[in-house]
């Protein structure tokens, strides 16, 4: 099995896992969780970045390339295909003794506040959409969160 289809499946199995928890699961943990994002939401301000008027948000960056093609030496420019993550800490997002880590719908991603990140020298761009948008986010109890996509 290649390192590409092997990181393939282990994305889809991830994206299977919807809560990893300390306790059992069910429709109880389901509703709680719930009740939880719903929490985290309520007062949450997206236009403000986190620590707004303190110090600075850093953010991760990972890129994990699956495949570069169609090089031209001609135009200048190549095709590249990959995974792409950020990282950061948004203490507003903070929770505590639900879950270790909640991988939740990328959807939650347009009600936080997420980076703008962008490619000064990019000719043209797009995500991975084949029957769905290609990525995820995954939030920790200290308000760490990682939003990943393709």
């Known amino acids: 099995m290649g390192e590409a289809t092997t990181l393939k499946l282990l994305l889809f199995l991830g994206s299977l ?13 389901s509703q709680n969780v719930t009740k939880l994002l719903n929490s985290l ?5 997206k236009r403000l970045r986190p620590s707004y008027g303190s110090e600075p948000v850093e953010i991760g960056v990972t890129l994990f390339i ?26 507003r997002l903070s929770y505590s003794d639900i879950a270790d880590e909640m991988i939740i719908s990328s959807e939650m ?17 797009y995500f991975h959409t084949a029957t769905s948008r290609n990525e995820f986010v995954r939030l920790r109890p200290k308000g760490n969160v990682l939003y990943s996509m393709r």
């Open 17 to 29: 896992l919807l809560v990893q928890t300390k306790r059992g699961s069910g429709d109880s943990l």
């Open 41 to 45: 939401l309520d007062d949450y301000d």
């Open 66 to 91: 699956v495949s570069i093609s169609s090089i031209s030496e001609v135009n200048m420019d190549f095709t590249l295909d990959f995974y792409f993550r950020q990282m950061w800490i948004d203490r």
């Open 109 to 125: 991603i347009n009600s936080i506040w997420s980076p703008d990140t962008f490619f000064p020298d990019e000719k043209t761009a």
